[in-house]
Nanobody, 126 residues
């Protein structure tokens, strides 16, 4: 079965940059739409960004547009989330997500993917 393993989360200061990584196993990586979600303490999990199979299309949550960049390396079975200009409001557990069976239109519309990792914690101090 599909497994997603995130890495890269740590404590940083406001204004810093950080890159998260996620590796997929148990499936053909290039066939999956990949995404990132986050859950802040006391809040529901929210969509952050998604990227299509080839990396030619992306979607972002409004609050991260211009600061975060999602990318993928199909040769390494890995997707990345580059986060710039971090603020304390970005503090959350960040989850990698993957979807094999839904169309790009469906995923963009509903912002829900099939599989999720265990998360990596990003803490931004002020």
């Amino acid at each position: 079965h599909v497994q997603l393993v995130e890495s890269g989360g740590r404590l940083v200061q406001a204004g810093d940059s950080l890159t998260l990584s996620c590796t997929l196993s148990g499936g053909t990586f290039r066939s999956y739409v990949m995404g990132w979600y986050r859950q802040a303490p006391g809040k529901e999990r929210e969509f952050v960004a998604i990227i299509n199979w080839s990396g030619s299309m992306t979607q972002y949550q409004d609050s991260v547009k211009g600061r975060f960049t999602i990318s993928r390396d199909n040769a390494k079975n890995t997707t990345y989330l580059l986060m710039n200009s971090l603020t304390p409001e970005d503090t959350a557990n960040y989850y990698c997500a993957a979807d094999l069976n839904h169309s790009w239109y469906t995923i963009v519309t509903y912002k829900s993917l099939e599989h999720y990792g265990q998360g990596t914690l990003v803490t931004v101090s002020s």
